[in-house]
């Protein structure tokens, strides 16, 4: 019985001193932070007023010395961001923030954790802030902490590297991409690569002969952003690529190649290459095709799309209907699609096509045409709808009629649908 009393009393005491040692802890916690929020306040006024950094980071204790060059390296990461409550502008607060780091001697300080591979903590702490300040001088401190195998300091190093954006990181960038993208972490390696690489699109070419798809796929992805017209006769050999996925974004990067006045060099061959993308086995490969088709200047590439408004998958067929209303500058391609619907034999195709064309809007682009009091494009518009009445699909027409803001388009519409279609072809302006 004396032995459990005594057991009893063990536990208790054990469960007591826990207990308040947790809250000791987090006495001594807050107690730390209500002093940290204190010296960050102090250094701040001491920024307005414009103290000297070596003033600043003073401090009789090591602790202290500590405590205030945490704070400051804090403060000049919320100046970086804007976020310090100073009265200035973003791009003051930012420079002052590098003058301030550069100044104060801790860029060697934190080149130095990082050279010397530092606690993973201090590490993480110094490639946020260097990249942060998108600061130079830690370009190839930060390119080296990519070998790092913890996971979490590659994405700092990555993130940091993004924020520097100079193309001397491409080389540390390519060493580390098979293991960044073989662990699925791509989008902060494609971010950096855009950064790093949009005045220098030619340096991602090298990465497309890489045997790994995963790192070929980034590469195309980047330049889908980066990409400049020289180096489009680079990419054509690319488009081949056995993965369907890395063809795709090449269709993206190729598209991205022709200026808008449609002078890049080797423009034909461009198209060419594109056009070949959309005949591909794979349907994403066609739709991603389809898509840069219609972002290109207009070329004679239409009876390609209306090709695509065939195709057996319902998204190539309705992206080859928004290509075609993007690139068909007003009247130029209703008539063919006129003909192209009475061509079509499959009538399930051919009401999956009518489906994808009002999806996208044509048909309801074609009526609004019919607000013009007289024209060619009134004609093209009014054979239009007239064959999608012929052929049962009176549907659009029969809704703008009752609910269309225009009394002559209610007008000609009523019209069309009860004229017969032989007299359209013979005599349009009837309806006009």
């Not at 009475?342 to 399930?348: F, G, V």
Request: aromatic share 6%.
């Amino acid at each position: 019985m004396k032995m459990l009393q005594i057991a009893v009393a063990a536990s208790l005491a054990f469960v007591l001193f826990a207990v308040v040692g947790v809250f000791m802890r987090r006495f001594l916690k807050s107690l730390y932070f209500a002093y940290y929020d204190s010296v960050r306040q102090e250094i701040l006024l001491e920024i307005e007023v414009g103290f000297e950094p070596e003033r600043i980071l003073k401090g009789d204790w090591s602790v202290l010395r500590r405590t205030r060059a945490r704070a400051f390296d804090d403060l000049l990461m919320a100046l970086a961001g804007g976020q310090a409550a100073l009265g200035r502008g973003a791009v003051e607060q930012f420079e002052l923030a590098q003058r301030l780091m550069r100044s104060s001697g801790r860029v060697q300080h934190h080149l130095a954790l990082l050279a010397k591979l530092s606690p993973p903590s201090e590490l993480m702490r110094s490639a946020t802030l260097l990249g942060a300040l998108g600061l130079i001088e830690g370009l190839h401190p930060l390119g080296k902490l990519l070998s790092h195998p913890r996971p979490e300091l590659k994405a700092a190093a990555l993130q940091a590297l993004e924020r520097i954006g100079l193309p001397e990181a491409e080389p540390y960038l390519h060493r580390v991409a098979p293991e960044v993208t073989r662990k699925g972490e791509n989008r902060l390696l494609i971010r950096a690569m855009i950064a790093c690489c949009r005045g220098t699109p030619h340096a991602l070419v090298r990465w497309l002969t890489d045997p790994a798809a995963s790192v070929r796929l980034a590469a195309a992805t980047a330049l889908a952003e980066t990409a400049a017209p020289q180096i489009a006769p680079s990419l054509l050999p690319f488009a081949r690529d056995p993965d369907p996925e890395v063809r795709a974004r090449l269709a993206d990067a190729l598209a991205a190649c022709v200026s808008a006045s449609g002078k890049a060099v080797g423009a034909a061959e461009v198209l060419a290459g594109i056009l070949e993308l959309a005949r591909d086995p794979v349907w994403f490969v066609r739709v991603r095709a389809l898509d840069a088709l219609a972002r290109m200047p207009r070329q004679n590439y239409i009876p390609r799309i209306l090709e695509c408004l065939r195709d057996p998958h319902w998204q190539v067929r309705q992206k080859a209907a928004y290509a075609l209303r993007s690139v068909r500058g007003g009247t130029i391609g209703l008539k063919q699609l006129s003909e192209h619907l009475r061509e079509l034999d499959d009538n399930y195709g051919r009401a999956a096509l009518v489906t994808d064309l009002e999806y996208c809007g044509i048909i309801w682009d074609a009526v609004n045409q019919l607000e013009e009091k007289s024209g060619p494009r009134v004609k093209e518009a009014l054979e239009f709808l007239q064959t999608l009445a012929e052929l049962g699909f009176q549907g659009a027409a029969r809704y703008a009629l009752e609910h269309h803001p225009v009394a002559l388009v209610r007008s000609r519409l009523k019209r069309l649908l009860e004229t017969p279609l032989e007299t359209v072809e013979n005599s349009p302006s009837s309806l006009t």
